[in-house]
Nanobody
Framework: QVQLVESGGGLVQPGGSLRLSCAASGSIRRINHMYWHRQTPGKQRDLVAAFTSGGGTNYTDSVKGRFTISRDNAGNTVYLQMNSLKPEDTAVYYC?????????????????WGQGTQVTVSS
């Protein structure tokens, strides 16, 4: 299978910046799409940003102009640069990836999630 490991969360003051990273590992054949989601207690997990296989990016309205999603050249690591952070950005951020991996000589689809990383924006 494919494992995702996130890093980069922490405590930051309003107006500050953080950069999240998510590295994929395993018998990866191809990663098509990679996403960042976030979730606060008692609420559903919401999509924040997406990086598609064609190189396109999409953002939820509340983070447009402040967050940037990117991928490394190998395509197995995705980043989320978060600038001008607000208290309402406080959440657990999850990385998610879709693609195919090799198992027993076959290509199989995967949809994997990371363990989440806490981002807290507070003075």
């Amino acid at each position: 299978q494919v494992q995702l490991v996130e890093s980069g969360g922490g405590l930051v003051q309003p107006g500050g910046s953080l950069r999240l990273s998510c590295a994929a590992s395993g018998s990866i054949r191809r990663i098509n799409h990679m996403y960042w989601h976030r979730q606060t207690p008692g609420k559903q997990r919401d999509l924040v940003a997406a990086f598609t296989s064609g190189g396109g990016t999409n953002y939820t309205d509340s983070v447009k102009g402040r967050f940037t999603i990117s991928r490394d050249n190998a395509g197995n690591t995705v980043y989320l640069q978060m600038n001008s952070l607000k208290p309402e950005d406080t959440a657990v951020y999850y990385c998610n990836a879709e693609g195919t991996y090799t198992s027993g000589g076959y290509y199989r689809p995967f949809n994997s999630w990371g363990q989440g990383t806490q981002v807290t924006v507070s003075s």
